[in-house]
C-alpha cells in the first residue's frame, strides 16, 4: 500500500534570517538608505560644476502675498517678493503648479520632492526624491553625495528619499555639520575610520556569500529581489572604497568658526541662517553639490511682534491680527532666503557666479495652508544658470505637473533625464541664459 506524503509548506522567511548567523542584522531599507548610488556619469555631465539646493518651508506661504498678480517679465513685485527686489532678474516666480495626486494636507510634504501621489493614504508609499536622483549621478564627485538637512523643532523628518522610497535621516545639529564638512580628524581617527570602512567591506562579503546560499531555496520572484540586493551590495561596496579615498584627503579650511547649537525654540530662524551659511561653504568648497532643506517653523518664534505659534497663525481664519503675526514670519524666512541668495550672488567661481550654477528651489506643499488646499503651490526658482527675472503663470485650477519644472532643472544640470514621475515634459517658458 502506498503511503501518502505530507504536503510540504515552505517556512515563511524572515529577510533577516539568513544574516543572523553572521552576527549581523543588515536589513534591506537600512542598504537601501545608504544611497546614492555611485551611478557614474560623468560622461553625460557637463565639466563645469552644477549643483541643485531644494528648501521646502512646512506650514505653507500665503498666496495673497505671494504671488504676483500679473504674468510675464513685467510684472508688479508681489508684498514678499518685494523684499528680494535685488535679485528679481535672479529668480523665476511660479503660479499654477502642484503635483497632480498630491493631496492630504500636510502629509504633501513627504511628496515635495518625488510627487507620489496620496501621501496620506494608508497603502502610501513613497519614491525617490528629487535630490537623489541627482545625487546618483554626481555624487561621486565630490565629498559628500549630498547633504540631507532640517531646521525644526521637534521631529526627524526629511523630504529626501532613496530609489527605493526610504527616508534618508537629516542632520539638524549646525557643529555635528560643519564637524564633517571642515574638521579634519587625527590620523588615529582617519585611520580607525578608514578601517571601519574596510571591516564593513567585509561584512558585506559575508553578507553576499548567505544572501547567494539563500538564492538556491526561492522562487523566481525572490530571485529578482535578491539580485536587487546584490545590486545595493555592490553599490555599497562602492561608496565605501570612495569613501575610504576621501577619508585621506584634507578637508577644507574655512574662515567660519564652528558653530554653536541652539536648541531654544524662539532661535530657530537663527538656527536656519546658520544652516545656510554653512550650505554656501559646503557648495563654495565643492565638499557636495546636492542639498535637500526641510524647515518647519512650529513653535512660538522670536520674531518681533509675534505671541502665537505658527501653525495656529496658518489657521487664521482671514483674522487680520492673525495674519499680520504670520506675514511677520514668514517674512523673516524670505529675508534669510535673500541673503543665501546675495551670498551666493557674490561668490565667483571661475569667473561665474556660484549662483548661475547652483539652481535653488523654494516653496512649500500647500497652496493655502489656512485651507490646507492642494493646488497652486507658492514655487520659486532662483540661479542654476536659467533665463529669469519672471512670472510663469499657470492656470491656477489646472496645474502644470510640478515635476516639469524639475525635469527642466535635471537638464540644466546635464543631466540625460527627459521623465521624472509626473511630469509631461519640460517646463515652458523656462530658458536657459
Known sequence: MSRKLPTVTPAILNRRTFLRGAGVALGLPFLDAMTPKLVRAADAVE????????????????????FPERGGRDYELSPYLKLLEAQRNDFTVFSGMSHPGVDGGHANEKSFLTAAPHPAGASFRNTVSLDQVVAERLGHQTRIPSLVLSVANGGNFSMSFTAS?????????????????????????????????????????????????????????????????FTAIRELEAQMVQAAEWERKPKPVVAMPIPVDVKEPAELLSRLKTMLALVKLAIE??????????????????????????????????????????????????????????????????????LDRTAVLYGACMGNANGHTNKNWPMLLAGGGFRHGQHLAFDRDQNQPLSNLFVSVLQRMALPIDRFASSTGTLRGLEAA
Do not use: C, W
Not at 532666503?337 to 561668490?347: N, P, Y
Open 47 to 66: 565639466q563645469t560644476p552644477r549643483r541643485l539646493v531644494a528648501i521646502q518651508t512646512a506650514q505653507g506661504i500665503m498666496p495673497h502675498l505671494f
Open 165 to 229: 522610497g526610504v527616508q534618508i535621516p537629516p542632520e539638524q545639529s549646525v557643529a555635528a555639520l560643519y564637524r564633517r564638512l571642515f574638521v579634519q580628524g587625527t590620523p588615529a581617527e582617519v585611520a580607525a575610520r578608514v578601517e571601519e570602512l574596510r571591516t564593513g567591506r567585509s561584512l558585506l562579503d559575508t553578507v553576499r556569500e548567505r544572501a547567494a546560499r539563500l538564492e538556491k531555496t526561492v522562487g523566481a520572484a525572490d530571485r529578482q529581489r535578491l539580485d536587487q540586493y
Open 285 to 354: 568648497t565643492d565638499s557636495t553639490r546636492v542639498v535637500g532643506l526641510f524647515i518647519n517653523p512650529l513653535g512660538i518664534l522670536g520674531v518681533n511682534g509675534v505671541t502665537h505659534e505658527t501653525h495656529s497663525l496658518t489657521h487664521h481664519g482671514n483674522r487680520p491680527e492673525m495674519i499680520a503675526e504670520l506675514q511677520r514670519i514668514e517674512e523673516a524666512q524670505l529675508v534669510i532666503l535673500r541673503d543665501f541668495l546675495k551670498s551666493l550672488g557674490e561668490t565667483r567661481e571661475s569667473g561665474a557666479r556660484l
